[in-house]
């Protein structure tokens, strides 16, 4: 692609550099910005800056948040004792939307990958022992999504804590096999919570 600017072209290509987004694409974007106001560019530029600075992950759940602990460990109402691991927050924001699940989370930020070079310790499975060896926890829900990779953690973390006398559960399969939560749809997400099955019953399946 030849450009007529330098400054045109740095921009299209820091748009490009986004997943899913093309240089055709990133053109688009960087010109109808061009033709904004300036208001437009600043605060789209401020918000993601903010957004890079300024937002942490919550100490107990890892959940991006804008305090040390997010809103759903904040809440009093909230079951503390039951967990849902989930991979990312797009898997809590999912769940959430389906309005079925009052206890909390623990964000893994992946799964287990070998071929990709991801173990158990790139995850936040060590906070998650740690809350069970203490004593914090009544409940474990695995909601991952159904894939090797899923399975594999679950599996890693069954072991992990299959000594501490916690009811282990995984979420029902109405989603199919290697279906992500995040594109579950709210009904069926929110029936495979509520029907979650012992996680040892789901092992022998
Ligand atoms: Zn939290």
């Keep these: 692609m030849e450009f007529s600017s330098k400054l045109l ?7 490009s550099f986004l997943p899913g987004i ?16 300036q208001e437009v560019t600043t605060d789209l530029a401020k918000s993601l800056l903010d957004l890079k600075l300024k937002i942490k ?22 079951d503390q004792s039951i967990v849902c691991v989930v991979e990312d927050i797009r898997d809590i924001m999912a769940i959430e939307n389906t309005e079925q699940y009052r206890g909390v989370y623990h964000v893994l930020n992946g ?19 740690q809350k069970a060896k203490e ?5 474990i829900i695995f909601a991952l999504s159904s894939t090797m990779e899923g399975d594999t953690t679950n599996f890693y973390i069954y072991k992990q804590i299959e000594n501490f006398d ?12 290697g279906d992500e939560l995040e594109f579950a749809d709210e009904v069926t997400l929110g029936r495979s919570i509520v029907h979650r ?9």
């Design 166 to 177: 916690i009811k282990m559960s995984t979420i029902a399969r109405g989603i199919s096999v």
């Design 111 to 129: 799964k287990i990958n070998p071929i990709e070079g991801i173990g158990p310790n790139d995850l936040t499975i060590e906070s998650l022992t």
């Design 22 to 37: 093309g240089k055709r694409t990133a053109l688009r974007l960087v010109l109808h910005l061009l033709n904004q106001d």
């Design 57 to 78: 992950r919550c100490k107990n759940c890892h959940n991006i948040s804008d305090s040390e602990i997010c809103d759903i460990c904040a809440n009093p109402k909230r």
């Design 135 to 139: 004593g914090q926890i009544n409940e």
């Design 9 to 15: 072209q740095e921009a299209v290509e820091q748009v």
């Design 197 to 205: 099955i012992p996680f040892e019953k789901s092992l022998k399946a």
